[in-house]
């Protein structure tokens, strides 16, 4: 059986937050909000978040299954961080990650772009990603 080699791609996600930029940002950041928000279904959660939000810094995100049974840490290394409008990362596998901040007054703009890894399928990639970013906005809209 040969297996074919599943090259990287660059999948594009975006949601439209009804919040402001400070609130958006401060939410995405921060540990505290961090693990409120960072789930792909209701049957995980991130139990533990860190986060030295500067170039050169490292985020660490522990996601779980919320029964146990299966857990690993995201984690990445900033490359480029502009105060509410940019962050860039390189994720621990190599793969590169890109989010853009659009304020409109009291709407924001996500828009992320992230190398897919070669163990799943894209559309999987993708759903869950989008799926998290749109918990994401679930959670700053009713904390506003």
């Known amino acids: 059986m040969v297996m074919e080699a599943i090259q990287k791609q660059l999948v594009n996600i975006k949601v439209t937050v009804n919040a402001p930029i400070a609130k958006v940002w401060e939410f995405w950041n921060e540990p505290a909000h961090i693990t409120q928000w960072n789930c792909a279904s209701e049957d995980w ?17 522990r996601m779980e299954a919320k029964d146990g049974s299966v857990g690993f840490d995201f984690w990445g290394i900033y490359d480029e961080v502009k105060m509410h409008e940019y962050i860039a990362y390189t994720l621990g596998d190599n793969r590169k990650v890109d989010i853009t901040f659009t304020s409109e007054g009291d709407v924001t703009q996500i828009d992320e772009n992230f190398e897919t890894e070669t163990a799943n399928p894209v559309e999987m990639q993708q759903f869950g990603w989008q799926s998290i970013l749109n918990n994401f906005k679930k959670y700053a809209e009713a904390n506003k």
């Open 45 to 61: 959660h991130s139990p533990t978040a860190q986060n030295d939000l500067k170039p050169g810094g490292k985020f660490s995100i």
